[in-house]
């Protein structure tokens, strides 16, 4: 069983910045991919980003392009999310999640292929 904690959530204003940490403890952690998904208050969980274990490739929704980096350490079993210039509407729990096996790259978008998730985080952008 694989377990992800995050951490580094908090309340910060337009234009700052956040670091979001996920570390994966467990019987011999393998996946395929790490992904950060959040869910709004009344909406469905959406994805943010994502990045093969292996290869270290990255994978961003359209919204936080550019704005947002993801990166890991595999050493550390650890997958950062770190997240720039937020905006209000990036308000949200944010979730770390894990998936086994391989997939096609746009599956990697999909929460349906995760097989393991955090307890999520809080993330508030204020105006």
């Known amino acids: 069983q694989v377990q992800l904690v995050e951490s580094g959530g908090g309340l910060v204003q337009a234009g700052g910045s956040l670091r979001l940490s996920c570390a994966a403890s467990?019987?011999?952690?393998?996946?395929?991919?790490m992904g950060w998904f959040r869910q709004a208050p009344g909406k469905e969980r959406e994805f943010v980003a994502a990045?093969?274990?292996?290869?270290?490739?990255?994978y961003y929704a359209g919204s936080v392009k550019g704005r947002f980096t993801i990166s890991r350490d595999t050493a550390k079993n650890t997958v950062v999310l770190q997240m720039n210039s937020l905006k209000p509407e990036d308000t949200a729990v944010y979730y770390c999640?894990?998936?086994?096996?391989?997939?096609?790259?746009?599956?990697?978008?999909?929460?349906?292929?995760?097989?393991?998730w955090g307890q999520g985080t809080q993330v508030t952008v204020s105006s």
């Open positions: 990045i093969t274990w292996s290869a270290g490739s990255t």
């Open positions: 999640a894990a998936a086994r096996s391989s997939m096609a790259r746009w599956e990697l978008t999909s929460s349906s292929k995760y097989d393991n």
């Open positions: 467990g019987r011999t952690f393998s996946s395929y991919a």
